[in-house]
């Protein structure tokens, strides 16, 4: 018998460095991708976050203008407040006045200045 020694070391170390090689270029192709999905991940929470942010801004701006609205309101009610608590003098006033020289005073003659 003829003894025949086949060496299959080269095929084998040559399909294990494949092997190698293909499961390294899988890992970071895997790898990529999950950095992309991050990255993109994340772009879509920072804009969402953006918009949130606009939206506060916006809201914040209407507030600053209600309260300024509110705080004008509170001035006229002060103002309408005067003007009714001056109401009865007025008419006192008024009342005292001979119907003959009332044509010589105005309601501008009869305001107070509150200045």
Known sequence: MVN?????L???QKRRD????????????VGL??????????????SAIDTQKARVAVIAS?????????????????KRKELLDR???KRLLEACIPPD??????????EVDQG
């Open 62 to 78: 209407e507030i600053e203008g209600l309260d300024a609205r509110i705080a004008e309101i509170r001035v006229l009610q002060k």
């Open 101 to 110: 020289l009332q044509s010589h005073f105005s309601s501008r003659h009869l």
């Open 4 to 8: 025949l020694k086949i060496n299959l």
């Open 33 to 46: 991708v999950a950095v992309l999905l991050l990255v993109g991940a994340w772009r879509v929470y920072e």
């Open 18 to 29: 494949r092997l190698q090689r293909e499961f390294l270029n899988g890992l970071a192709a």
């Open 10 to 12: 080269p095929w084998r």
């Open 87 to 89: 109401m009865p003098h």
